[in-house]
C-alpha cells in the first residue's frame, strides 16, 4: 500500500495577501513571507471567504515556556514584537466576523490569549486525546462546526496524525484543514541518511483515510523531499473535507469519479 500525500512547499516567489502578510508580521507570527510562508496557502485558499468564515480552530497558541514541545522560545528571541496567541489575533483581524477558537498544552497561554471581548476563545486540552476534545464540546452539540481547523501544535507525525482524527469530525463539509510544519527536524535527516521516507510507512489506518478523503493525493514526494534540505520548515498539508453532493473518486487516483456512465478498462500493457 502507497501512502498518498500532497505537501505543498511554499516559496516566496507566491503572490500573497499583502493585508495578511502584514498582519502576520505585524503580530510577529511565522507564518508570514520570509518565515514559513504559508501566508500564501492562506491567502490563496480563505482569502476569498474572508467575510464568511463563521468559526477558525488553531492548534499551538504559541507558548513560549520551555517545558512544552515546540514550543516559541527560539522564535520569540528573533522576532521581539511575538507574544502567545499571536496567530489567533492575526486571525481576529484578518477575519472580522469569526469566531477565534485556540487550543493549546499550556493552561498559562491560553489564559493569556482568551479575549472574550474580541470573540477569541482559548483552552488547555491534549488534542492528541480524542475524549479530551470531545469534553469541550467546542461545536455546541454539533450545532457549530468549524470552517477552518489549523494543526500548528505538535511538529511530529504521530501527533499530528492523531490531532487530525480527534479534529476533522469539528471540520464541516467544505472547510479546510491545514497541517503546519509535517515532518520538522525529521525528514531532512532521513534523506541525508539514505532511508526510506518515513511518512510512507507511520501513517495509521484512520489518519490515511482522512488524508484521503480530504484529497491529499500523492505529488512527487521525491522531489519535495530533496528540496527540504533548503527550505524545510515550510512543508504545509492542506484538506479540503468533501461537500456531500461533491463526486466522488471511486478508484484512488484513477480519475474515475461515481455516477460516470462510461466504462474503463484498465487491462493492457502500459510504457
Not at 500532497?6 to 508580521?25: G, K, N, Q, R, Y
Not at 486525546?129 to 504521530?158: K, M, Q, Y
Not at 510507512?201 to 519535495?224: H, M
Request: net charge negative; proline share 5%; glycine share 10%.
Amino acid at each position: 500500500m502507497h501512502v498518498v500525500i500532497a505537501f505543498l512547499l511554499l516559496t516566496p516567489i507566491c503572490t500573497a495577501d499583502v493585508s495578511l502578510d502584514e498582519i502576520f508580521t505585524r503580530y510577529g507570527t511565522d507564518k508570514q513571507s520570509g518565515y514559513h510562508s504559508y501566508v500564501h496557502a492562506y491567502s490563496m485558499l480563505l482569502g476569498p471567504w474572508r467575510n464568511h468564515i463563521g468559526a477558525l480552530l488553531e492548534v499551538g497558541i504559541g507558548t513560549v515556556r520551555p517545558g512544552f514541545a515546540n514550543n516559541m522560545g527560539g522564535h520569540a528571541r528573533l522576532a521581539t514584537n511575538y507574544t502567545p496567541g499571536a496567530s489567533l489575533h492575526s486571525w481576529r483581524e484578518y477575519l472580522p466576523y469569526t469566531r477565534i477558537v485556540g487550543l493549546d498544552l499550556d493552561a498559562e497561554a491560553a489564559r493569556a490569549a482568551a479575549n472574550p471581548s474580541q470573540n477569541i476563545e482559548a483552552y488547555a486540552v491534549d488534542t492528541t486525546r480524542e475524549s479530551s476534545v470531545a469534553a469541550l464540546d467546542l461545536t455546541r452539540g454539533g450545532t457549530s462546526l468549524f470552517d477552518v481547523i489549523i494543526d500548528d501544535g505538535l511538529h511530529t507525525w504521530s501527533g499530528q496524525q492523531k490531532t487530525l482524527v480527534s479534529l476533522w469530525p469539528l471540520l464541516r463539509p467544505g472547510g479546510f484543514y491545514f497541517i503546519e510544519d509535517v515532518l520538522w527536524g525529521d525528514l531532512t535527516k532521513t534523506a541525508q541518511e539514505g532511508r526510506p521516507n518515513p511518512v510512507m510507512e507511520e501513517t495509521g489506518p484512520q489518519a490515511l483515510a482522512i488524508l484521503r478523503e480530504g484529497g491529499a493525493y500523492s505529488i512527487g514526494l521525491d522531489a519535495f523531499w530533496r528540496t527540504l534540505e533548503r527550505r524545510r520548515w515550510s512543508t504545509i498539508i492542506a484538506l479540503q473535507k468533501p461537500e456531500a453532493h461533491w463526486p466522488r473518486l471511486r478508484d484512488a487516483n484513477k480519475g474515475v469519479y461515481d455516477g460516470e456512465q462510461q466504462h474503463h478498462h484498465h487491462g493492457g500493457h502500459h510504457h
